[in-house]
């Protein structure tokens, strides 16, 4: 470890080292992966940080074998994971590897998010990557479709909910959000079946319960967003335990 010349850091690194010398698992979020890299902890080692700082990671400790696109990397008894957010993905794959997938399963439910959510930080969720509309009436037509995604959520079903007409709904979408109401409805009935898939329902019915209709259409819009077909999907993803990389 190179010697801290800031007293703050010195201070940190110097809590970190008792903390991690004594724990039987230790785990980062977000740059912390830093201090880790800096104790010497992730030398000889996988581990991921947020995406900008993925390459200051690599250059700055060549001992460490940084993988950017990684929501989060478990090596041995040591975990990393990404951006903040991510650090929930890490802290669920914790919790199911010490529970079980059962417990980890309905942790993520009454939190509202992916057991294991797909790919990589290159592939955020849709309600992650959209801004939050400043017109209430938007953002509220947003968590209906989100709340019921099988629900008829056509250009014309939506105006009329409003109530407004489909142009003015279109105007409203590209405004607030930064895409169709046809593209935005679509990836969030995708991300409804990426879920229903990892809780082991068939692919017909995360076909039927996400909007998305049939096995054909849930399948030409995997390969459309993901590159892969909803059993690929199912077979990468199907806990966080395997999602970890962990080999």
């Not at 990684?70 to 994971?81: A, E, L, M, N």
């Not at 076909?207 to 259409?217: H, I, M, P, V």
Request: a positive charge; charged letters at 25%; proline letters at 4%.
């Amino acid at each position: 470890m190179k010697p801290a010349t800031n007293p703050r850091r010195f201070k940190l690194l110097t809590a970190a080292r008792v903390v991690t010398a004594a724990a039987r698992r230790v785990a980062s979020v977000c740059t912390g992966a830093f201090v880790l890299a800096a104790l010497g902890v992730l030398d000889g080692r996988r581990a991921t940080t947020h995406w900008r700082h993925t390459d200051r990671l690599a250059r700055h400790y060549p001992k460490v074998t940084v993988q950017p696109d990684s929501i989060f990397v478990r090596d041995g008894h040591v975990v990393t994971s990404a951006g903040v957010s991510a650090g929930i993905d890490l802290a669920l794959s914790l919790v199911e590897h010490d529970e079980g997938t059962q417990v980890a399963r309905k942790v993520a439910q009454e939190l509202v998010v992916f057991l294991q959510r797909p790919g990589g930080q290159s592939q955020f969720s849709v309600a992650t990557n959209t801004p939050v509309p400043r017109n209430t009436t938007i953002r509220k037509l947003l968590v209906a479709v989100v709340a019921e995604p099988n629900a008829d959520h056509s250009l014309t079903a939506m105006a009329a909910a409003i109530p407004t007409s489909t142009r003015h709904l279109a105007r409203l979408f590209n405004d607030e959000v930064g895409t169709t109401p046809a593209r935005w409805v679509e990836r969030t009935r995708l991300e409804a079946a990426q879920r229903l898939l990892l809780e082991g329902h068939s692919v017909t019915l995360a076909a039927e319960r996400s909007g998305l209709g049939s096995d054909e259409s849930l399948r030409r819009v995997f390969s459309r967003h993901l590159g892969i077909s909803p059993s690929e999907y199912r077979q990468r993803f199907a806990s966080a335990r395997r999602g970890a990389d962990d080999r």
